[in-house]
């Protein structure tokens, strides 16, 4: 049975049915388990705070000196505000300081700095994970025995020190409350905003990485391409694409972590939002599509968005994508060393003007790559929108991702969305993402 048969109609494999039959047979003899209660037991005397060291320490995504180098820049700029240790607590910094990615669930997590030592604080339910993933540094581990235990942890490595950076932009009032009461005698200063600057330059390793990224993100799009077809569902496009990325990555990077790879496909009406979840809407010909492919690798985030059409567009939409198109080529060309966000984003908008389009455009025209997510991490003040004024900088790493939305009912309705990423040099941009956009390339038919 073909790809697409077998897509357009959902069916499981045969590894699949067997296994529905067996989780079905194990259900119907499960017996319930009982906890034998004991007086003796006491969960106070029960350690808060333990050391976890199992096995060996991971290859890691950087080398020791691309995670050297990162603690170096920390400890300058703790050094110029005289702070004595840093605790960090955002998915973002915390992977990027250490290379370890943290699974919250309820659960807080941090990254303890200072000018000698590197330590992550993880929950007893991730074992020796977290030490193995912290690159450059020792690991502690709270334990749910007592409540607060984390914090126990807080006060035991940063309770001597003065001056203590944490991240306003992150922490929430609760949480704040109890690390100032873990660390009475300690004044809280912001870092959140600090290291969001030093991370925006990024390191030669840092951006073959994301060329890495972006690569695979291409080959997602080839998978679209091949699952799209009348009658197949949103979900088994998406499905396709993301089996296909995470395939490539466990090929090309061996050690790497295989978490968070995921695809965005929407159709039809569903187009209208940038983020708009995956649906099991069935494809149409003359759908509007938005692929969207998202290789994770070691936290980092890279993206490949296009607009499709299935089979054929209207004359009312090729007007709306070549205009789009227009648009994101004009961006594109615009990426350079001294320019601002701001006037990037200006020279964007006289374009969607001259094709009355402006009042039709959805967000900013772009945004930073790096340790990023979709529930994780952004640098704002390297957004392309008209209220940034940062200049850009050589290793700076930004997208160009025009985008409008017309409603139902009005001719070419639907999101029309291209998306490149592109490095800074020197002199001007490289455009790392590599598959073709527009009317001439992303009319699928089958």
């Known amino acids: 049975m073909s790809l697409v048969t077998r897509l357009r109609h959902g069916l499981p494999t045969r590894f699949f049915r067997n296994l529905l039959q067996k989780n079905d047979q194990c259900t119907k003899h499960t017996s319930r388990v009982r906890m034998a209660h004991t007086d003796t037991w006491h969960i106070n005397n029960m350690p808060s705070l333990i050391a976890i060291k199992n096995g060996e320490k991971a290859k890691g995504t950087f080398s020791k000196g691309e995670m050297e180098s990162r603690i170096t820049k920390l400890r300058n700029l703790m050094s110029k505000d005289n702070i004595d240790g840093v605790i ?88 704040y409350r109890k690390l100032t009461d873990a660390l009475p005698h300690s004044t809280m200063v912001d870092v959140g905003e600090p290291t969001m600057y030093l991370r925006m330059i990024k390191s030669d390793e840092e951006i073959a990485h994301i060329k890495e990224g972006a690569r695979i993100a291409d080959i997602g799009g080839g998978a679209v391409v091949e699952a799209m077809a009348e009658g197949v569902g949103e ?95 004009a961006g594109m060309k615009l990426i350079k060393p001294g320019i601002k966000c701001s006037e990037i984003a200006q020279e964007m908008n006289l374009v969607y003007e001259k094709h009355n389009l402006l009042h039709r455009r959805t967000f900013g025209y772009g945004h930073s790559f790096g340790v990023l997510c979709h529930y994780y991490g952004r640098e704002a003040a390297l957004e392309i929108r008209e209220d940034i004024e940062t200049v850009l900088k050589p290793n700076m790493v930004v997208s160009i991702e025009p985008t409008v939305m017309l409603p139902e009912g009005e001719p070419g309705a639907g999101g029309y969305r291209e998306h490149n990423i592109l490095v800074v040099t020197e002199d001007g941009a490289e455009n790392i993402t590599h598959f073709p956009y527009g009317p001439q390339h992303n009319i699928v038919k089958k």
Not at 262 to 272: K, L, R, V
């Open 88 to 175: 960090f607590t955002s998915h973002h910094n915390i992977n990027y300081y250490s290379d370890f990615l943290y699974c919250e669930f309820g659960r807080p997590y941090g990254l303890v700095v200072t000018h000698d030592k590197v330590l992550s604080i993880s929950a007893n339910i991730d074992g020796g994970y977290p030490w193995r993933w912290t690159a450059n540094g020792d690991n502690i581990v709270y334990t749910d025995w007592q409540r607060n235990n984390y914090y126990q942890a807080v006060k035991q490595e940063l309770g001597q020190y003065g001056k203590i950076g944490c991240e306003f932009d992150h922490i929430n009032l609760d949480n």
């Open 235 to 329: 979900h088994e496009v998406a499905l396709h694409c993301t089996q296909t990325m995470i395939r490539e990555i466990a090929r090309s990077r061996p050690n790497m972590t295989l978490q968070d790879t995921w695809t965005w496909f929407q159709s039809g009406i569903n187009t209208d939002g940038a983020h708009n979840p995956v649906t099991t809407r069935k494809l149409q010909k003359g759908d509007v599509c938005s692929m969207n492919c998202f290789p994770m690798m070691g936290g980092y985030y890279t993206a490949l968005e296009r607009t499709l059409f299935l089979d054929h567009a209207s004359d009312a939409s090729m007007r709306v994508w070549e205009a789009n198109c227009e648009v994101h080529e």
